[in-house]
């Protein structure tokens, strides 16, 4: 399936691999609080997934580590690669960054392809402009990148526009580009979601093979548990704008703290039991949008809670090496 | 693309015939009779006899539809009634004129409106300048603008002679007419599409591929902006070229906008007809090459052409 060796990649780094350390992040669209003081970091590469249903804030932080943030967003907190903090990054530095220090990769590749250009000439942009490299050059390396990302006949499909490739062969084009820049932190949001499980799981794998290569560091966002244990090594459980479980992929899986991680992780079996015609046990109720009750933002939904989770937000625990929850239950058994 | 194309050229074709039997018909049903125009109001009903006879006029309408088709395919639009010259002559006689107008308004109104559109279209709010000129210029109908600009540049201030005719400086106040009051409405849309382009998601990818502003608005933001102000033109330029009736009309600028007028004054009915048709193909003509030239631009577009 790969085209160029494994060597290109690493002889191509020019870059020290660097890992991501965001610390109190918080994210405002005008009075809606969206990321409400959210910290982690990422080893150089590592891959830590960011799980949580829709409107719990994981795209606002993927967003606002990319800095792509739209006007009208604001950004406090600080987001560190290597000596630089992205958050306070602003004009030449930040635009120098861009691309090279942290890539974003958005969910749907459609929209985020220029439509009226070909993949191989959005591609060979950024080589020109990242690598100085010379039209030929810079054409001759989309060709390659693109064959890196596992498109088998990479010279066609550098001729391509994006309504002229597959789904699966358009998120390989955005990698490409992201790759193009060769970042030390790709943020990717949600890319393989509206993919075949086959076609997922292709990028999946190709995905995880290129942070083993080039030590990138990702950040992985999903709300599918699925993909958290295909590609993790972290996982990091969101939840009204907070982060409510931090740990390491096995320790999560196996030992779930919170009762919201508890509920996603065994949320998968529903497929299953569908096809047995079962009844559904899903989280009831849906995450709340912008206004956030007082104390713990789960305890409207969570089948455990306990006066004080209405009252106050529980503090963040360390009960394993690197295994950190914020719950009242949690709390108490200790 | 073949069959595409062979499918465009045949709806075309059967515009142009719908056109032609239409106005046709309502050539039958406006006040006024050539035969009386021609011959004077004191003619006898002997000598009007004659000339309907000598016109074909007391043919059944569908039998005169149908001569006057017939000659149509052969490149033969009639004879004018007043002038007793082919008219075919007679537009191709004023077609530089109106094509010389036709394209400097065209310009101006790509220019002006162009620029304004990119100018605010890069802003996040609507700026003051470009209210001031839709309120300005839209709101002023074609024929004020044209007098405002003929007694302030041409009569008080005597920049530019306003003896009718053409030559010299004397195109550019009816340029400038044209170019004005089309200026807003490419304004706008060019505003409009700047904007909604600004707002995509793949101008979010060239930011984050940490181009500069110049290069992103250059390579990702103007050609995809300006495709929609590629149909307006297209459009535009068919109409001015099939002549602009009021503004030739009140700077004397001799094209086929003129003659319009004074045929239909004439009850010159080939006269009238002849300018419709030419009107109806270039439209044709015209919204075929935009399609076309969209498909190079928008490779979106070819899928379906296929």
Redesign the interface.
């Known amino acids: 399936m790969i085209a160029a060796g494994a060597g290109t990649t690493a002889d191509r780094r020019r870059t020290q691999p660097a890992g991501l350390s965001v610390s109190d992040l918080h994210v405002r669209y005008g009075s809606s609080h969206a990321v409400r003081g959210v910290s982690f970091s990422v080893p150089a590469g590592r891959t830590l997934a960011l799980v949580g249903e829709s409107g719990c804030g994981k795209t606002s932080v993927a967003l606002a580590v ?1 800095r ?1 943030l739209p ?1 009208g967003a604001t950004l406090e907190g600080s987001v560190r690669v290597g000596g630089l903090d992205l958050a306070c990054a602003a004009g030449r530095e930040l ?6 220090v942290v ?2 990769m ?1 969910q ?1 590749a459609m ?7 070909s993949a191989g000439r ?1 591609i060979a ?2 080589l020109r ?2 690598r100085g490299l010379g039209r030929r050059a810079a054409a001759a390396g989309a060709v390659a990148l693109l064959a890196q990302v596992g498109i088998r006949d990479p010279h066609t499909a550098a001729r391509r ?1 994006a ?2 490739l597959s789904g699966g062969m358009r998120q390989r084009v ?1 990698l490409a ?1 992201a790759l193009a ?1 060769d970042p030390q932190v790709l943020v990717a949001d949600e890319p393989t979601t509206a993919l075949d499980v086959t076609v997922q799981a292709g990028i999946l794998a190709l995905v995880r093979r290129l942070v083993a290569e080039t030590h990138m560091t990702l950040v992985w966002i999903t709300h599918d548990i699925g993909v958290v244990a295909e590609i993790a090594d972290d996982v990091a459980v969101m939840y009204g704008g907070l982060i409510v479980e931090h740990g390491p992929v096995r320790e999560i899986f196996e030992r779930p703290a919170h009762p919201y991680t508890g509920a996603l992780v065994r949320s998968p079996r529903l497929s299953r039991r569908a096809a047995a015609k079962e009844p559904f046990d899903a989280i009831p109720g849906s995450p709340p949008l912008g206004e956030f009750p007082p104390g713990c933002p789960f305890h409207t939904r969570c089948a455990h809670a306990l006066a004080a989770c209405a009252e106050r937000m529980p503090e963040t625990l360390q009960i394993a090496d690197g295994h950190r929850v914020a719950c009242h239950l949690t709390g108490q058994r200790a | 693309m073949a069959r595409y194309l062979a499918t465009r050229v045949g709806l075309g074709v059967l515009t142009i015939f719908s056109v032609v039997l239409l106005t046709f018909l309502l050539m039958f049903v406006v006040p006024g009779d050539p035969a009386r125009a021609i011959a004077g109001p004191r003619a006898t009903p002997q000598v009007l006899a004659l000339v309907r006879a000598n016109l074909h006029l007391n043919e059944p309408v569908m039998t005169q539809f149908w001569r006057y088709l017939v000659g149509m395919l052969h490149g033969d639009l009639g004879v004018s009634y007043i002038q007793n010259q082919p008219v075919a002559t007679l537009i191709a006689q004023r077609l530089p004129a109106t094509a010389e107008l036709g394209l400097s308004g065209l310009a101006l109104e790509l220019i002006l409106g162009g620029a304004l559109g990119v100018w605010d279209g890069l802003r ?1 709010k609507r700026s003051r300048l470009l209210a001031v000129v839709n309120v300005g210029l839209l709101s002023v109908p074609t024929f004020s603008l044209a007098f405002l600009l003929l007694l302030a540049f041409g009569y008080e201030l005597s920049w530019f002679p306003i003896d009718g005719g053409t030559g010299g400086s004397r195109i550019v106040l009816p340029a400038l007419t044209l170019g004005l009051f089309g200026m807003p409405y490419y304004a706008n849309v060019v505003r409009d599409s700047m904007q909604e382009t600004l707002a ?3 101008t ?9 502003r110049g ?1 992103i608005i250059r ?2 933001v103007l ?2 902006a300006l495709s929609p102000v590629l149909t307006m033109a297209g459009l535009d330029f068919a109409i001015l070229l099939s002549g602009v009736v009021f503004v030739e009309t009140v700077f004397g600028w001799p094209g086929i906008g003129q003659l319009q007028t004074q045929a239909f004054y004439d009850v010159d009915r080939p006269v009238l007809m002849g300018t419709v048709v030419v009107a109806a193909v270039l439209v044709v003509i015209a919204t075929l090459t935009i399609d076309l030239l969209r498909m190079l ?4 577009t070819r ?1 379906q052409a296929r």
């Open positions: 990319s792509l006007a635009r120098d960054a861009r691309g090279r890539a974003y958005p749907d929209a985020a392809l220029n439509p009226v250009q959005q942009e950024v402009h990242r526009c309504h002229e955005m580009i820049g | 996040p995509a998601a793949y979010r990818t060239a930011v984050a591929k940490g181009l500069s290069a390579r990702h050609r995809n631009i928008d490779p979106r899928v």
